[in-house]
């Protein structure tokens, strides 16, 4: 009896020993991916210089009125049909006309497009190298005086801001471009490498007549491009929880798009005798399965898991401990990034009801009731895929579905050390920016015009080089957009500087013991 239980002991110690131990490698393991030093995903081939562009007052001053003066054009786009055509043909006046050296120079060449789009192209003086692309749109979306601090085309300025729509989206990258060029030829620069800067008039309502015919010419001239660089993200400070320091992220694809419209009809009648069921009950029935059964969690099948991967070491404690070990705790990470519609958009398909439309009068049962919901297409799923779950949710035959429009998530471009762009990127970052230590890959949850441009290159990034903070993102479509002198001047300071950078004919090696961006 004795001896049994004495066996059970030993058992018992044995396995809590084994129990214990098992709970000590584990911590062990978690520990050493947190802080042990790993192979970097893309080492930092270039080290940060100590100054770059040295722009005079009196241009500092001029590149503060040069976007002050396209602010106040409303070059407002509204639908394919409806679009301030005259305010756009008056903003390629007014590029003209500020900018000289850019629309005078031998070695550059202006073509309108669709009436109102611009395409520049600058020859290099080497044309073994491989061109590049700049793009940004004119266009913004309309913008009503009531709750704005000042009228949204004032281009008011106002402790040391600017305000107006387009003032981050994305009149700053039109006229930045233009502005650092601009700059560069006067200090008689001719670059080695040829690029092309491309600025639509229709980006807001889908580029159909501006970005997508630029394209189009570039590819019917046999065009092949390095790299395309495009508005859809930034540099954000505070926005990420949990990381002190500001983060450059730089789309490396943006997600697809499905439009559906949804209708029922039913016989009309009047409300005192009302059916079972009305087209309206039927549809809002309808729209709440949608809402209450969201599209999968997608969390590590697309870049926002290289996102988390390379910002791991840059976290907090403890997260930096979770973020460092995925395959410990992905699980408990995809359920705090769905709790949160920011960060949700960027693990699934998203949902959006926009549009519901019925009825006529308080007391008829009205014969028809019509919705519109919008779906933000993950990269890891397809147009065809999201209709076919709408379906099935919806399983009502009562329900009629049409696609207005659809388009698959674009190809996620390349993220590593053999690619120029990334590279390049990476030095006119740490050129411009010293504050900024981290520059990692992401997701476009909207849509630009570079996604027309997939049959000319590969390699397609989206990054407005601005210091962005939590306030600054609901301006942007919203009330009181605006944007920092300081902030601006950064901006013309970074492309005048990936300019410059673009002119060099190779990658430098990697060092053994460089530090990961």
Request: aromatic letters at 8%.
């Amino acid at each position: 009896m004795a001896g049994g239980c004495g066996r059970r002991r030993a058992a018992g110690w044995a396995a809590g020993l084994g129990l214990c131990a098992a709970l000590l490698a584990l911590a062990a393991a978690v520990l050493l991916r947190a802080y042990l030093p790993r192979v970097p995903a893309i080492p930092r081939l270039w080290a940060r210089r100590g100054g770059t562009a040295a722009f005079s007052a009196g241009e500092r001053l001029e590149l503060k009125e040069a976007l002050r003066g396209a602010i106040k054009i409303p070059t407002v786009s509204i639908s394919p049909e409806d679009m301030n055509t005259t305010a756009m043909a008056e903003f390629g006046n007014y590029i003209q006309k500020v900018f000289p050296a850019v629309f005078s120079s031998k070695f550059i060449q202006h073509e309108i497009v669709g009436k109102y789009s611009h395409l520049l192209t600058v020859q290099g003086s080497n044309p073994e190298m491989m061109p590049y692309m700049l793009l940004a749109h004119m266009d913004v979306v309309p913008a009503s005086p009531e709750g704005w601090d000042f009228p949204p085309f004032s281009a008011a300025e106002h402790e040391g801001f600017i305000y107006g729509r387009g003032t981050l989206d994305n009149k700053n990258s039109a006229i930045g471009i233009l502005q650092a060029l601009e700059f560069l030829l006067r200090r008689n620069y001719r670059p080695r490498r040829s690029f092309y800067i491309g600025i639509g008039h229709d980006e807001e309502v889908s580029g159909q007549k501006g970005g997508m015919k630029i394209a189009a010419l570039l590819e019917a001239r046999g065009v092949k491009l390095s790299f395309i660089l495009d508005e859809g993200s930034a540099i954000l400070d505070g926005i990420i929880a949990g990381v002190n320091k500001p983060v450059a992220v730089i789309a490396i694809t943006e997600k697809g798009s499905i439009t559906l419209n949804f209708t029922v009809e039913k016989e009309p009648g009047h409300s005192s005798f009302p059916p079972e069921e009305t087209s309206i009950g039927i549809l809002a029935a309808a729209m709440s399965r949608l809402e209450q059964n969201p599209m999968r969690n997608l969390f590590g099948q697309g870049p926002e898991l290289m996102t988390v991967e390379h910002l791991a070491s840059e976290f907090n404690f403890p997260l930096n401990l979770i973020m460092s070990n995925l395959w410990l705790f992905s699980p408990i990470v995809s359920r705090v990034l769905a709790s949160k519609p920011s960060t949700n958009a960027l693990i699934r398909t998203t949902t959006a009801v926009t549009m519901f439309n019925a009825g006529i009068k308080i007391n008829v049962i009205p014969s028809s009731a019509k919705a519109t919901v919008n779906f933000r297409i993950h990269s890891a799923e397809k147009a065809a895929e999201v209709l076919e779950t709408v379906r099935n949710t919806i399983a009502d035959e009562r329900v009629k579905i049409d696609v207005v429009d659809a388009f698959d998530p674009l190809p996620i471009s390349p993220w590593d050390e053999q690619t120029f762009g990334v590279h390049i990127f990476q030095r006119t970052i740490l050129d411009t920016f010293p504050a900024v230590d981290s520059v990692v890959p992401g997701t476009c949850i909207g849509n630009t015009d570079s996604r027309h441009f997939t049959n000319v290159t590969n390699a397609i990034y989206r990054f407005n080089p601005l210091l962005l903070k939590s306030d600054d993102l609901p301006r942007i479509h919203g009330l009181n957009e605006r944007i920092s002198v300081e902030n601006y001047e950064k901006q013309v300071e970074f492309l005048f500087q990936l300019i410059k950078n673009c002119d060099t004919d190779k990658l430098p090696e990697p060092h053994a013991n460089s530090h990961e961006l």
